[in-house]
């Protein structure tokens, strides 16, 4: 699968800070997601995006599909205790059976 | 509606053993894919079914790993023999269709010694 860089690493920040984290791609994908993963869990969607410069918002959380079709980002606005997790971007590359390809994750902790 | 169930959901085993997964994706979901997911890193697809048939297995270790969905619902993932290296979590999830939201199961943690 193609390789997604997802930055930062971690994060670690004060209950009401915001924080913004970003995914870019040597190649094109056709859906960027973003999902949350707590500890012994599964995965959980937070954020679709379907279109190149669609900006959504789910609450708190906005994420952007890139212009380029090559990058996304994903904010939180107000940062909670119950933020905490590792945050993945995910996309589905235009050909083959529209599998997910996975960043590495940002690891978000935030103390109250 | 109920989730994706995974069992059992959590496994340790020593190498060279051999040792299978179980995943009942959601209701009605025909695609259904296996991820691995080792520790610091995003979950990597296995493969890929469409009902009961293999759509994408470019990455699965073929020589030690099988998957099947013989009647296009339930599926098993085994290993034989397991590898140190496999020690991951091993996740399914599930979709209406190829191209739709994948919803995930809790996964099931596997500890190879």
């Known amino acids: 699968g193609q390789q997604l860089n997802q930055s930062p690493q971690s994060m670690f920040i004060q209950e009401g800070e915001d924080v913004s984290m970003n995914c870019t791609s040597s190649?094109?994908?056709?859906?960027w997601l973003w999902y949350k993963q707590e500890p012994g869990e599964g995965p959980v969607l937070l954020i679709a995006l379907y279109k190149a410069g669609e900006l959504t918002s789910n609450g708190r959380l906005t994420a952007q599909f890139g212009i380029t079709r090559k990058d996304s980002f994903l904010n939180i606005s107000a940062s909670i205790p119950s933020d905490v997790g590792i945050y993945f971007c995910a996309g589905q590359p235009p050909y083959s059976g529209y599998a997910l390809n996975f960043g590495k994750g940002t690891s978000l902790l935030v103390t109250p | 509606e109920a989730g994706v169930a995974q069992s059992p959901r959590y496994k340790i085993i020593e190498k060279r053993q051999s040792v299978a997964f179980w995943c009942n994706p959601i209701?009605?979901?025909?695609?259904l894919y296996w991820y691995q997911q080792i520790l610091g890193q995003g979950p990597k697809l296995l493969i890929q079914f469409q009902n009961n048939g293999v759509v994408d297995d470019s990455q699965l270790p073929k020589d030690r790993f099988s998957a099947e969905r013989l009647k296009g619902v339930d599926s098993t993932l085994k290993i034989q023999p397991a590898k140190l290296e496999d020690s991951a979590v091993y996740l399914c999830a599930s979709s209406p269709g190829q191209q739709e939201t994948q919803y995930f199961g809790p996964g099931t943690r596997l500890l190879v010694l």
């Open positions: 209701s009605g979901h025909a695609t």
């Open positions: 190649s094109i994908f056709n859906t």
